[in-house]
């Protein structure tokens, strides 16, 4: 199993990203798939996460309508729209893939099966 982050970059406060996980090895529209976050010296946190057919979406609170989180299960990516974006933005963004997709476990990262290996997020101020 293999997931492909991409598109992090560097962008000033405000402005916008769009992340892209590209899966490959599994059958992707099984899973429930999350983005979640990592700054330096934190804790890795929970982003978003969509159900397997993507009709149900999940944010964390602090994301909530300036994030979107998208799929394209005819070619197994996960995206990650990302606008108004604030240096404490700035994060090393991980996708992951859950089977087992409960609601109600999506944000803890214990409950995903697969990682991808990050893609850096940096916003200026």
């Known amino acids: 199993v293999q997931l492909q982050a991409s598109g992090g970059g560097l962008v000033q406060a405000g402005g916008s990203l769009r992340l892209s996980c590209a899966a490959s090895?599994?059958?992707?529209?099984?899973?429930?798939m999350g983005w979640f976050r990592q700054a330096p010296g934190k804790e890795r946190e929970f982003v978003a996460a969509i159900s397997e057919s993507g009709r149900s979406t999940s944010y964390a609170d602090s994301m909530k309508g300036r994030f979107t989180i998208s799929r394209d299960n005819a070619k197994n990516t996960v995206y990650l729209q990302m606008n108004s974006l604030k240096p404490e933005d700035t994060a090393v963004y991980y996708c992951?893939?859950?089977?087992?997709?409960?609601?109600?476990?999506?944000?803890?990262?214990?409950?995903?099966?697969?990682w991808g290996q990050g893609t850096q997020v940096t916003v200026s101020s």
């Open positions: 090895g599994l059958t992707f529209s099984s899973y429930v």
């Open positions: 992951a893939a859950d089977l087992d997709g409960i609601l109600s476990s999506v944000s803890l990262t214990q409950a995903y099966d697969y």
